[in-house]
């Protein structure tokens, strides 16, 4: 069973940055793709992004489109989201997620490993 790591989490300022990180146990491969997933007190889980794991195709909820970015390092078999621009509403626990296949990458009951969560709180 795959097993995957988060890092990075924390408090910081409103418009301030913070970088995630997530090891992945084994090297993903074939059609992998991997996603970071939040989820805000008395709030459903939402997806933030997700990459795929073979050639790096990236895609962003609305709400941290172009304040966000997902990249994989693919010798070190980690994924990182680093967020700029944070806001209040981006107070969550962030957990990242991994599926073997490339469909249906915004639902999260399809993903098949997750990590444990970190928390990230931004202060007004």
């Known amino acids: 069973q795959v097993q995957l790591v988060e890092s990075g989490g924390g408090l910081v300022q409103t418009g301030g940055s913070l970088t995630l990180s997530c090891e992945v146990s084994?090297?993903?491969?074939?059609?992998?793709?991997m996603a970071w997933f939040r989820q805000a007190p008395g709030k459903e889980r939402e997806i933030v992004a997700a990459?795929?794991?073979?050639?790096?195709?990236?895609s962003y909820a609305a709400p941290v489109k172009g304040r966000f970015t997902m990249s994989r390092d693919i010798a070190k078999n980690t994924v990182f989201l680093q967020m700029s621009g944070l806001k209040p509403e981006d107070t969550a626990v962030y957990y990242c997620?991994?599926?073997?296949?490339?469909?249906?990458?915004?639902?999260?009951?399809?993903?098949?490993?997750w990590g444990q969560g970190t928390q990230v709180t931004v202060s007004s």
């Open positions: 084994r090297r993903p491969f074939g059609d992998w793709a």
């Open positions: 997620a991994a599926k073997y296949t490339q469909h249906d990458l915004q639902n999260g009951a399809s993903y098949d490993a």
């Open positions: 990459i795929t794991w073979d050639v790096g195709v990236t």
